[in-house]
C-alpha cells in the first residue's frame, strides 16, 4: 500500500475476488484506507481497458458503518482506442 500510495495511486480495480490474502495480516481493502486508497474488484471485461485514457465512474452502494459495498462499474473509451487484451 505504501508503494502505491507514493506513486499517486488511489483507485485500483482487478478481475479477481480479492487484493491480497486476509487470513494472517490485514484485509488490504482495509490497509489502504489509511491512504484515501479505494478498489473493485470482480470487474468484468477489464482487458478491454487501455493502459490510460478510459473515463471510470464507480457507483457503489452506501452501507452504514460498512467498509464495502457493491457496486456498479462503468469506463468510457474513446472510440478506436484499443484495451490491453486487444
Known amino acids: 500500500m505504501e508503494y502505491l500510495n507514493s506513486k499517486g495511486i488511489k483507485h ?13 495480516g490485514q484485509a488490504t481493502h482495509v490497509a489502504g484506507l489509511k491512504y484515501g ?15 490510460r485514457g478510459a ?9 452504514v458503518d460498512g467498509s464495502g459495498a457493491t457496486t456498479r462499474a462503468i469506463a468510457i473509451k474513446t472510440r478506436g482506442q484499443k484495451g490491453i487484451g486487444e
Open 12 to 24: 485500483l480495480g482487478n478481475d479477481g475476488p480479492s487484493m491480497g490474502p486476509v487470513e494472517g
Open 37 to 51: 486508497m479505494t478498489w473493485d474488484e470482480l470487474l468484468t471485461n477489464v482487458g478491454k481497458l487501455p493502459v
Open 55 to 63: 473515463f471510470y465512474i464507480a457507483l457503489p452502494t452506501k452501507i
